[in-house]
């Protein structure tokens, strides 16, 4: 009669025989990897935060060219008078202010810029559909394929404006976008880093701005709905 030594082969191994040690081991190698990832996901965040502080303008430009038309995506009042001081200027034929209330007018918009109420009455429209930047893009395309333009001034807030100018050039990639960034008066008096409210801003618009991208790579054709 052959006698087996289980000892030596390992046969009939109970669950006490484990290593004790093992699955502690395992659970540390998962949490190393873990930590690893989550290291590297916060450098490639920071990484990209930095590079989106590149394009975030801290000056506002001097327009010498023209373009077809100009677009304001509404946020702020003093984006709204920029945009027409460039309309009456002459920077654009016409002047789309894209996201405003409901009930607003061009009368109520003329009481900001009273000097310029013929501009206002003759060359500008009203956007009233749009509801987020996406809604602002598809509204946009819309006016300026029915009236035949090819180039764009786009007036936005600074820190808004790569957003705004990749969801503009998703829906109307043929359409020349010349961007003219409105800076606030809080961001042109103090650094970003020195104000929390400043660096939660730019932060929320960082990775909104990365959910675009990501969305927009997936769904490379442009959208047809304001809201969608």
Request: charge should be positive; glycine fraction near 10%; aromatic fraction near 6%.
């Amino acid at each position: 009669m052959q006698v087996v030594d289980r000892g030596q082969h390992g046969a009939g191994r109970s669950p006490q025989d484990v290593r004790p040690g093992a699955g502690r081991t395992t659970v540390r190698r998962i949490v190393r990897a873990c930590v690893l990832l989550g290291l590297v996901g916060g450098l490639v965040l920071g990484g990209g935060f930095i590079w989106f502080l590149s394009l975030v303008a801290d000056h506002e430009p001097v327009l010498k060219g023209k373009a077809d038309a100009i677009v304001v995506l509404t946020g702020g009042s003093s984006r709204v008078i920029d945009g027409i001081e460039l309309l009456a200027a002459g920077h654009g034929q016409r002047l789309l202010i894209s996201g405003v209330h409901r009930a607003t007018s061009t009368g109520e918009i003329s009481r900001v810029a009273p000097e310029h109420e013929q501009v206002l009455r003759c060359c500008v429209d009203l956007d009233r559909s749009a509801m987020n930047t996406r809604g602002n893009a598809i509204e946009t395309r819309r006016w300026v394929q029915a009236r035949g333009f090819r180039s764009l001034i786009v007036v936005t807030s600074a820190y808004h404006m790569p957003r705004a100018v990749a969801e503009l050039s998703h829906q109307m990639p043929d359409v020349t976008l010349i961007p003219f960034p409105v800076l606030s008066d809080r961001i042109k008096a103090e650094p970003w880093w020195s104000s929390p409210s400043t660096a939660r801003l730019l932060l929320s618009e960082y990775l909104k701005y990365i959910y675009a991208m990501v969305r927009m790579r997936i769904s490379p054709a442009a959208g047809t709905r304001a809201n969608g």
